[in-house]
């Protein structure tokens, strides 16, 4: 089953695909409401800390006025790199919903266990799986296309 704030993120996974990106997607949600949704976009802007999670962050935070999230649930089509895991963490965010687990480079159940270390200020609640084949099969295929 999936989720429908989970379904926007992989319709944004698709899109930075298409555009060459390594396809991960965010969308950041708040009493219910999208407030902001990206795809990777470390590419076009020249920028390695462009990733999804990271431009959803910085448009809800601009758009709200404020840098912390709290209440805010973010969904996001891969596990969270350490990058990533600590803007979550440093943001407030509530809940994290992921898809498809990084081996290589998570950083929630897999790699440093982010939000496991003593030094973590905040770990949100964290549900892994959500829509995860699909995630995953969306990364496999777009890695494939470059082999």
């Known amino acids: 089953m999936t989720n429908r704030f989970m379904e926007t993120a992989l319709a944004e996974a698709r899109a930075a695909g298409a555009r060459g990106e390594v396809p991960?997607?965010?969308v950041l949600v708040l009493?219910?409401?999208i407030i902001a949704q990206a795809g990777n976009r470390t590419r076009a802007e020249n920028d390695v800390t462009a990733?999804?999670?990271i431009a959803v962050i910085r448009e809800a935070a601009k758009k709200l006025g404020q840098e912390r999230l709290t209440g805010a649930d973010l969904y996001v089509t891969l596990e969270p790199c350490t990058l990533c895991a600590?803007?979550?963490s440093f943001a407030r965010i509530r809940r994290l919903y992921y898809g498809a687990d990084d081996p290589k480079g998570g950083a929630v159940e897999n790699g440093v266990r982010f939000f496991a270390q003593p030094t973590c200020h905040h770990a949100p609640d964290v549900y892994s799986g959500l829509s995860g084949t699909e995630a995953a099969d969306i990364l496999?295929?777009?890695f494939a296309g470059r082999r």
Do not use: C, D, S, Y
Request: charged fraction near 25%.
């Open 51 to 53: 990733h999804a999670e």
């Open 140 to 142: 496999k295929e777009f």
């Open 24 to 26: 991960v997607g965010a």
């Open 31 to 33: 009493n219910g409401e």
């Open 86 to 88: 600590a803007a979550i």
